[in-house]
Each structure stands twice: as structure tokens, then as C-alpha cells.
């Protein structure tokens, strides 16, 4: 088993003292200990204590103190540019009707057939809204959106292309960069989609020089079910974009209640309406800890255990009729692995009787998520065990 130095952070999540086989933490973190001191502080003394007085204290404030915090340690991203609030989704949306506002006269919107379903979605129901069609990308599911197949496909007529940084099904890692630099060579705007990559992946929205992103923060953040998601928005953007919930909490002076909505400066204007505070605090706690631990160090960790993991299936698996669908080239690889083989959803119910707990992704594919800090390569090894014996 690989030499893990992070080994000692996985106490500090709950749940760490048991058996169980942990491989959706790219679908629901774990929580931190730490949070549930928080949230009982929180409800007793600020919410209980401050009552209406904390929103001038610290909420108003706290969806773009932890989106800076959040854009500094997970995004690559100088601060003002970041903001918590809403589900990706309707951060998607909201940021994609901004995008093709501001590429009037251009007819198509870009995306991969194998985005996540909400990005495809949306997009779709954005391009019927504004009359725009809908340019999809083929991509191979093993891999993802290379800047070959992009540059194929934008053209004049792109107003948006919307990219997954880790596809969700295979993990492949898509070159910011250089597809940032295909979309604006063509004079669109790119929205990329972070939601695999914030916590595990360095992120680096302001060299990519990106327009806009979204991301979820359940995941690897461990913010806890339907805590919100996060939005950026390049500086050079934030005075002429201008987003569609045109609600009080972006605009200037909320409290005035003003006649007509007049947008705030910077990225508050991305607001709609009242924050959820109590749902941000999670992920606070998980800044903390990355601050502490490094993200360079947090990624290293993250190769280690999807290598880990690869080399177990290969040697373990690969007999059994198991593929890899995931890239097997660390450098654009995420932090999981898919498995396939065309038994697995029954494989999956049987884990999940045994408390090894991944997911499943139609078709025949076992997603093994790894978040860095509380998975160990014990659990690796323990969890492919467990697919071999089910495989017989
Ligand atoms: C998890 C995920 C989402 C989640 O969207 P919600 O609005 O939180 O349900 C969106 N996009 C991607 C790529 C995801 O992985």
C-alpha cells in the first residue's frame, strides 16, 4: 500500500472510525467533526444570540468573503470574482443567459454530449429561450472534451461554450487553458464547470484567463446535501454582464427597497436573493483544512489514490472482464476512477449491502470516488476486494 503523509487529516472527518467503504465522496463529502461543533455554535449563539443583527454582522457579507476565500484556495481566482449562492444549476443558467446577452447576433451555444445531464439540460433550455441552437460536441466517454474536437466546432456563430473541467463519468481532466483560448479565438465567451474539480484538481480560472465558471460545493467541498454553489465571473467581465433573477440581494442598497432594480457593482450583482448562511458554514470548515493541508499536496494525494486504484483493477479485475473508462494518464485524470464492466449495476446494489458504497453511472460503470482527504488506501484496497468477490 502507497505511503500516505495526509493519513492523519482523515480523523478529522466523521465517520473515519468505521468499516465502511467511502467511494461517493464526489457525489456527498464527508462532513468534518469540526462542523458539527459549528452548526451547534452557530444555531445557539449566532442565529440564536445576533437574531437579525448577524446579517449585518457577517451574512450579508458571507457570500463573497467565501467566495474569495474559496476562489483563492481552490480556484486560482484574485479576489471579487467569486461568489456563493443558488444550485449550480440555476448558476448555470443564470450565467449562460449573461454569456449569450453579451454575444449578441452569435446563434450557438457549445456543449459536450457527455456533460452532466443539468448542464446539457439548461443549455438546451437557454438556446429555446434566446432562439439559439445548440451545437453538441461527440465525445468519447472514457474520455471527454479535447481541444481537437472543440476547435472542430466553434465558429463565428459561438456565442458560449460550456465545458466540464472533470467530466463526471470518466474523470477526464480537460485543458483549461487551451480550451479557453479555442473558445475566445472564436470570439465566444467559456463557462466551465467545476463542480469535479474544486477540492481535488488546482484550479486556474484567472490564468486561464476564463470568462465565467460554476461549481458545486457538496462534493469535494463536503458542504453538506444541497449546500450552495459557488460562481465566478472575471473581473473584466463584471460591469457589462448582467444576469437574468434580477432580485433585491444583488442589486444596490437592498435595504432603500427601491422602485426599480439598479445591479450592485462587482460580483455581488450575480446574487438574487437572501444567502444560506447556515448551508455555507460546512464549507468553510473545508477551506480551513485545505488551507492547512495545501492543495498541491491535496492533488498529490489524489493521483495517489486513483493510480492506487487503477493498479488494483488491472491487477485484480482486469481478468474478471473489467475495463478502465477512465484516462490512464494522471495528468488528465480527476480525482476518480470508472470501472466498467457490463455486470455492475447489480455488482454496485451487492457493495452497497456490504457497505462499500460507490456509485453507478449507466452504462456498466462503477464510479470509485476519491476525495483526497478522507479516503484511505485501505478503503481502496478493502473496496476492490469486495468487486472482485462479487465478480466471482
Ligand atoms: C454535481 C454536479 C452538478 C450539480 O448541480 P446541482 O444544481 O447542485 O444539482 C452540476 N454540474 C456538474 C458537472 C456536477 O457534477
Not at 447576433?105 to 445531464?117: C, K, M, S, W
Not at 463526471?168 to 487553458?177: F, N, T, V
Request: net charge negative.
Amino acid at each position: 500500500m502507497p505511503h500516505d503523509p495526509l493519513q492523519q487529516y482523515r480523523d478529522r472527518f466523521v465517520g473515519a472510525e468505521s468499516d465502511l467503504v467511502y467511494f461517493d465522496g464526489n457525489s456527498l463529502g464527508r462532513p468534518l467533526k469540526v462542523t458539527a461543533e459549528r452548526l451547534r455554535e452557530f444555531v445557539l449563539e449566532e442565529w440564536g444570540g445576533r437574531l437579525i443583527r448577524g446579517w449585518d454582522e457577517r451574512w450579508f457579507d458571507l457570500p463573497l468573503t467565501l467566495g474569495d476565500r474559496i476562489g483563492r484556495t481552490f480556484l486560482g481566482a484574485a479576489p471579487g470574482q467569486v461568489a456563493v449562492g443558488d444550485s449550480t444549476t440555476v448558476l448555470l443558467y443564470k450565467l449562460m443567459r449573461a454569456a449569450v446577452a453579451a454575444r449578441p447576433g452569435r446563434t450557438e451555444i457549445v456543449v459536450d454530449r457527455d456533460n452532466f445531464p443539468t448542464d446539457r439540460y439548461v443549455a438546451d433550455g437557454v438556446a429555446r429561450e434566446c432562439g439559439l441552437a445548440l451545437r453538441w460536441v461527440d465525445v468519447d466517454t472514457s474520455a471527454g472534451i479535447t481541444a481537437e474536437l472543440l476547435a472542430d466546432v466553434v465558429s463565428e456563430r459561438t456565442a458560449l461554450v460550456v465545458a466540464s473541467h472533470v467530466a463526471y463519468r470518466s474523470a477526464y481532466l480537460a485543458d483549461g487553458s487551451a480550451l479557453t483560448r479555442i473558445a475566445h479565438d472564436a470570439g465566444a465567451l467559456i463557462l466551465w464547470d467545476l463542480s469535479h474539480s474544486g477540492g481535488s484538481v488546482p484550479v486556474e480560472l484567472d490564468a486561464w484567463q476564463a470568462d465565467l465558471a460554476v461549481g458545486c460545493t457538496y462534493k469535494y467541498l463536503n458542504g453538506g446535501p444541497g449546500s450552495p454553489a459557488y460562481c465566478y465571473v472575471a473581473a473584466r467581465h463584471l460591469d457589462d454582464l448582467s444576469q437574468p433573477i434580477q432580485g433585491w440581494m444583488g442589486a444596490t442598497d437592498p435595504f432603500l427597497m427601491g422602485p426599480v432594480y439598479t445591479p450592485t457593482q462587482g460580483i455581488r450583482r450575480f446574487l438574487s436573493g437572501t444567502p444560506a448562511v447556515t448551508a455555507m458554514l460546512a464549507v468553510s470548515d473545508m477551506v480551513d483544512l485545505v488551507d492547512e493541508v495545501g492543495m498541491a499536496a491535496v492533488r498529490e494525494k489524489s493521483v495517489g489514490l486513483t493510480e492506487h486504484a487503477i493498479a488494483l483493477a488491472d491487477e485484480h479485475l482486469s481478468g474478471r472482464g473489467v475495463t478502465v473508462a477512465s484516462p490512464r494518464d494522471a495528468g488528465w485524470r480527476g480525482g476518480h476512477v470508472t470501472l466498467h464492466h457490463r455486470d455492475m449495476q447489480r455488482v454496485v446494489a451487492a457493495l452497497w449491502e456490504r457497505d462499500v458504497i460507490p456509485d453507478y453511472r449507466d452504462p456498466g460503470g462503477l464510479r470509485v470516488g476519491l476525495s483526497p482527504l478522507s479516503t484511505s488506501y485501505d478503503e481502496v484496497d478493502r473496496g476492490i476486494a469486495a468487486v472482485r468477490e462479487l465478480l466471482g
